[in-house]
């Protein structure tokens, strides 16, 4: 797409109606599409009462897109809905100096999502297994036979696992049935909910156990993707710098729940413009994070002579079929924005974003820090926040940010002042 590169130059600068206009070019857009973009065409109510109970109206939060990103070798614009300030601009401006000093690169590691049958206190351990052993066969045959749709389409259980663990009130063991699935382009949550309650009965008979909880776990371990960041040519004080931020995670849990909450910052964004669960795949990020008995960070920096390399690996169950994904206009242009078809494809985007987000956080913090950052940009919420009207919202973000220059800081007593001197200013040159 070299020959669309002057529809994101200067792309932070121009009005909303041009961003629309350029992302329409960009992507391929229609005019509908951009309707959509815009809330010309809005959710309609009766698709609202359809996804949620008790509708009485909508709360909207802002779309954006993070520009500059190159992804397998795809130059790719990022609709992110998110109302937090700085995530888009970082994301755009750390994407910028990756695409000009190295690359991003991305796969997945397996495709199989979970469901769970427990057995909540097993008399007979060594029986029941070898039952549930011997029974495999049948009991994928009865699954597969539950979902035939999605095994026509190609996917469908593949496997069952048995795993025993000991209860926590120490009175017991539990056996637990993990079923593997492949959901293809489905997150699979209601397809593995219902497997697994359909193998309920058939299992007590087998067992001659109780059976407890048929649910879908969202420690999705064996739906892993993967992004690998390279950037070449690191001043060696920054390369450090962010080096010794990893560490800090490493070591410190309490550091670590920071730097995974920035990962995610360029993750959920992608997941809420997409209609899909983004609480389901923060559940998993975290307990993967959490597998090895410490919390840890979920990406790994370190330098190779000039070169910092950076990856993430996460568990990562995404749809592009079904539920809101389906019946959202919104999420269906937010796929077409960046060509998606398949599932595994915005599997690989949000991890390779996530990571590029992490970066541009470590970076801030190895060098200005955040708060600069975060105020620049944060200068238009206090002018709002002030009372200043659509014409005088510039001059008081202007001012703002000369303050934070002088002093490092501004808040919003500074911004009603300088509200206050503006319109004084105005009313004197009326007389």
Not at 213 to 223: E, H, Q
Not at 319 to 324: F, L, Q, S, Y
């Amino acid at each position: 797409m070299d020959d669309k590169r002057h529809l994101i130059e200067g792309f932070h600068r121009v009005s909303r109606d041009e961003r629309l206009q350029r992302v329409k070019e960009f992507c391929g857009l229609t005019t509908e599409d951009t309707r959509v973009l815009s809330g010309e065409t809005p959710l309609p109510l009766d698709i609202a009462e359809h996804l949620i109970e008790n509708v009485i109206g909508y709360f909207p939060i802002p779309m954006g897109v993070a520009t500059n990103f190159n992804i397998d070798g795809r130059d790719l614009l990022i609709p992110m809905v998110v109302e937090e300030t700085s995530i888009i601009a970082a994301a755009s401006a750390t994407a910028k100096w990756v695409k000009r000093e190295g690359s991003i690169k991305t796969y997945s590691k397996g495709n199989l999502i979970i469901g769970q049958v427990q057995l909540p206190n097993v008399r007979n351990v060594a029986y029941a297994r070898r039952e549930l052993h011997e029974n495999r066969d049948l009991l994928m045959g009865l699954a597969n036979a539950c979902i035939p749709g999605l095994v026509a389409r190609g996917g469908g259980v593949r496997d069952i696992a048995i795993r025993e663990l000991p209860r926590p009130d120490q009175d017991g063991t539990m056996l637990v049935l993990h079923v593997l699935c492949d959901p293809c382009d489905a997150m699979g949550a209601n397809l593995i909910n219902q497997v697994c309650e359909a193998l309920k009965p058939r299992v007590e008979a087998i067992t001659g156990e109780r059976v407890g909880l048929c649910i879908l776990s969202n420690l999705v371990d064996g739906k892993l993707v993967v992004a690998e960041v390279t950037v070449r040519n690191v001043n060696p004080v920054l390369g450090r710098g962010i080096v010794e931020a990893t560490l800090f995670a490493k070591a410190d849990p309490y550091r670590a729940a920071t730097h995974n909450k920035g990962v995610l910052n360029g993750i959920d964004p992608i997941l809420i413009a997409t209609g899909n669960d983004w609480r389901a795949v923060e559940a998993g990020v975290h307990s993967y994070a959490a597998r090895t008995g410490t919390y840890q960070p979920v990406t790994d920096w370190h330098m190779e002579g000039s070169d910092l390399i950076g990856r993430i690996e996460v568990p990562m169950a995404v749809g592009t079929v079904g539920g809101v994904t389906k019946l959202h206009p919104t999420a269906a242009v937010a796929l077409k924005m960046m060509k998606i078809k398949h599932a595994e494809e915005l599997a690989r985007i949000c991890a390779a974003v996530g990571l590029v987000q992490n970066l541009g956080a470590l970076k801030a913090l190895s060098t200005v820090g955040i708060v600069k950052g975060h105020m620049q940009l944060h200068a238009a919420n206090l002018a709002i926040a002030a009372g200043a009207e659509v014409h005088e919202i510039h001059h008081v973000r202007e001012q703002l940010n000369e303050i934070l220059k002088n002093e490092k800081q501004i808040n919003l007593t500074r911004a009603k002042e300088i509200l206050q001197a503006l319109r004084l200013s105005d009313k004197t040159a009326m007389y």
